[in-house]
């Protein structure tokens, strides 16, 4: 008996931890149990397959076979090769999926490669057989383990196509010198068995949320000037390729759901209804457009005829504020998501991985704007980058998580840094509250949408620090954390959070200079949204300078106060701000005396 309680238990809490296949049920996904599941992901881009951007090498390399090539010409096979080893190692590790766990995700969606899997059909010893890599199923049930010890469903993605699915050269890794996807009928046959020999390998695991059959199509099938597909009206082909995968997908798995995505980057569902399975799911990818019922209007069409659910399979690349709004709208119409990418080398993203020492000298040979590394510089380099890539050498961006969830659900603010007034304190002007454009701060631009204006906009026009519509670039000020607010318009404004410890006066100072010398900045502070003391003025003699302006003492009631910085004219740059109690309120010209004294020693201790 003693014996056994254990084996009982063990198997009680497995029942209770599992959750069964996701299924198709009317319009919704469910789990085993019949429970509704709203997917919340992330997509693994950059692991198994680089796209030249995600590694600052736009007009550089317009794929990955491109990018290793020019690696091997600096350091050699067998260091390119230790490189890539390197790489898949350490991209994504057990520590990545618990974190995305911990920060709310239920999945991610594995961008794979199908040369991880099989050989490129002109390698192929046997044209008739297909030859089956170890490595890249060895990775995805490492990935799986780890999915399923964090309770979160994994999606395969076939990223990249054998042949190449379109004329977007980078996301699929398209050699351009030999027959795409849709020109070769052997690419085809190949991408078939591979999901055939996926759907053998996993057809019994629960915690593969299903798979996505084709990454992003965009290919003109008998539109010749529609050159990623979108205006094709039949999609003839693509239908066909989807409905052979999945047909052979069920003589070896009929339990999980497949993915399906349209042509024009799985945006262009002509010609692919009526549905051929009763468990898919259709895929639409979202990219720089506005975020209201309209961008998605003809995805809710199909949703209503086809009685089918739909999934937001790729989104991001934007800004904090385009995020929540996104996110708002596609949960407010009960559609899952999936986010991009989880890391790459920019700070748009949950983590940021930290360019190493000699990146940038190797990215200006490449280039041709500098001299070539050493053999032995640049295989350094590289390792480094590959060491860089490992979740505890990257930078953490927790405002972009608040805004995908938090920021979601909540209007509220929350400090980006605690301070509380029991002395002077420095507040710098990057360290906003964090929460809603519009409620934490105010800014001209702060998203990009050109898909739908046809305008560049941008939002951080100095792409440092943060992910808000706020534009923060470097500071080179005596003292700072190493950013400042520029690029400001008249009627923007960044808010902060202060604890006050009791009723009293504090004399407020600006760090700041203006950005145009024929220009006059002014700053008003407000304190829970009523102005208080006399605006702070830039002298002309700041332009280009950093100057400190101090204000009227002002007074904070005991508790949480929310203190507003708003640009009321000129282009202000911003670099700190502080506070500094005052004890006894003086007369004007003693008070001033009084408070002059006190920040320059507190100035002078900070240093």
């Known amino acids: 008996m003693k014996k056994a309680l254990p084996c009982l238990l063990l198997f009680l809490s497995l029942q209770c931890f599992a959750q069964g296949f996701l299924r198709v049920q009317g319009k919704t996904i469910v789990n085993g149990k019949g429970e509704e599941v709203l997917l919340r992901g992330m997509g693994l881009g950059g692991w198994m397959l680089q796209e030249p951007y995600m590694l600052q090498m736009n007009g550089i390399a317009p794929n990955q076979v491109t990018i290793r090539r020019k690696i091997t010409e600096l350091i050699g096979d067998k260091a390119t090769a230790r ?28 961008a794979m490669h199908y040369n991880l899997f099989t050989l490129p059909v002109e390698q192929e010893p046997d ?19 780890w999915c399923r010890d964090a309770r979160i469903y994994l999606i395969l993605d076939l990223h990249a196509a054998p042949g190449g699915q379109g004329n977007d050269i980078p996301i699929s890794d398209r050699d351009t010198s ?5 020109q070769s009928p052997a690419a085809q046959n190949k991408t078939i068995a591979l999901w055939k020999e996926l759907a053998r390998r996993y057809a019994n695991e629960e915690w593969i949320g299903g798979y996505d059959l084709i990454n ?3 290919w003109p ?4 000037s529609s050159k990623n597909g979108c205006s094709e009206k039949n999609n003839r082909e693509l239908k066909e390729l989807l409905t052979a995968i999945t047909r052979e997908i069920r003589k070896e798995d009929t339990n999980h759901i497949i993915f399906i995505e349209g042509n024009c980057w799985a945006n262009n569902y002509n010609g692919m209804f009526p549905l051929w399975d009763n468990n898919l799911v259709v895929s639409f990818h979202k990219y720089w457009n506005r975020n209201d019922e309209a961008s998605i209007a003809q995805f809710l069409k199909i949703r209503e005829e086809q009685q089918v659910p739909l999934w937001l399979g790729e989104s991001g ?17 009960n559609i899952g998501w999936a986010w991009w990418p989880l890391k790459k080398l920019g700070a748009n993203n949950p983590l940021q991985v930290p360019a190493p020492e000699g990146y940038a000298k190797l990215l200006k040979y490449w280039r041709g704007e500098g001299p070539a590394p050493s053999r032995e510089e640049a295989e350094a380099t590289l390792m480094q980058l590959a060491k860089a890539l490992r979740i505890e050498n990257n930078k953490l961006h927790r405002g972009v998580i608040d805004a995908m969830f938090r920021q979601v659900r909540s209007g509220e603010v929350r400090p980006y840094v605690t301070r509380t007034l029991s002395q002077q304190v420095i507040i710098y002007a990057a360290d906003y509250d964090e929460g809603r454009s519009g409620i934490s701060y105010s800014d001209t631009e702060s998203g990009e949408y050109w898909v739908a204006t046809q305008k560049r906009t941008g939002w951080n026009r100095g792409g440092q620090y943060r992910n808000d519509g706020v534009d923060i670039g470097l500071c080179n000020d005596s003292l700072t954390n190493g950013y400042y607010v520029g690029w400001t318009e008249p009627g923007e404004w960044l808010e ?18 203006e950005a145009r010398p024929d220009s006059l900045g002014v700053v008003s502070v407000l304190v829970n949204g009523k102005e208080m003391g006399k605006a702070l003025a830039l002298g002309t003699a700041s332009a280009g300078a950093w100057q400190t302006v101090k204000g009227d003492a002002i007074r904070l009631a005991r508790g949480r106060q929310q203190l507003r910085l708003l640009i009321t004219r000129g282009n202000p740059e911003l670099n700190y701000f502080s506070l500094s109690p005052v004890k006894k309120k003086k007369t004007k010209e003693h008070k001033a005396k009084n408070d002059d004294a006190q920040y320059r020693n507190a100035t002078d201790e900070h240093r």
């Open 178 to 182: 030999r027959p795409s996807l849709w």
């Open 127 to 145: 044209s008739t057989k297909n030859t089956w890599i170890e490595k890249g199923f060895a990775l995805t049930d490492s990935l799986l383990d």
């Open 317 to 333: 690349e934007n800004s904090n504020a385009w995020y929540t709004d996104a996110i708002s709208l596609v949960e407010k119409n």
């Open 216 to 218: 992003e199509p965009n």
């Open 496 to 513: 902060y959070t202060v604890d006050v410890p009791a009723d009293g006066w504090y004399t407020l100072s600006l760090r700041a200079r």
């Open 221 to 224: 099938f008998e539109d010749p």
């Open 83 to 110: 490189f890539y080893d390197a790489w898949l190692a350490n991209h994504c590790t057990r520590a990545d999926i618990d974190s995305m766990a911990v920060w709310g995700f239920n999945s991610v969606r594995l």
